[in-house]
């Protein structure tokens, strides 16, 4: 437990009893705690710390150098091998005597702030961070992403939650709305998904040919050639298609209800082939 600076430690099995000998102190205020393996993870109003250890009277406490208090204790979520909470500029992510700004390869600082991380309300869905926020002007909704595979992206949700909850038994997460309880991903109703790539440079090529991977058919593909849309296409199978786009930096974009693989793009057919 903390209060204050200072987090506590009771006796073993004893949990009336917190001796002061056993109590370690932050520079700044905790905000909340979690664990992982035998260590504790303390997010504070500074810095963030790491409590080691087997027996409650020979722990040790370190300070990880990141400038990167926590905003909002609802945020917080152990996934076992480590532990999460929000700063201001991205998730943070504790695990074994480090802690990282996870979420920046996905999230500029402008665009993590403008979710208003401290109102984030955040649980564990399989190996998901599912949170709900609640921008400054009452815009409300939500996101997920994985935070050991953040090459994945971000899917952000049409829906906002007032709480969460995950069953350790069943692995399954519950969410409110108002005073309705539901279970989240349960309903087998495909939704419709929008996903747009990073930019890639290339030296100026014109290409020709593309290819798009789901699970069903139809989707939706604009492909964007020096930041503006050059070519929209409704694609019916995996079968390879003429398009025909000029430039130098290039991103996709696919809409539609079903799962996308992977989209390709070539000079030639040839190329496509190999």
Known sequence: GFAGKTVYLCKPN??????LDYAQRAHDEVVAIGHFANSIAVATKGKPY???GSEPDSVSMDAIELAQPCVSKRGCVDFGYAWTYPSDDGLVLCATGRADVVTLPIFTREEWRALNPSSFLAARYESYYVCFYQKSNDDKGGFLFDPLNVREGVAFLDFWANAAWSDPSTNKLYVAQGNQIKEFDADLIELEKDWRSKEFTTPEVTMTSAVVEASKYPVSLSI??????MQSIRVYSKTAFRVNVTASSWSVEVRGQHQVDAIYLAENMEEMGQ
């Open 14 to 19: 004893e949990l009336h009893a917190w001796p």
């Open 50 to 52: 790491i409590i080691t």
């Open 224 to 229: 964007y050639g020096d930041g503006i849309e």
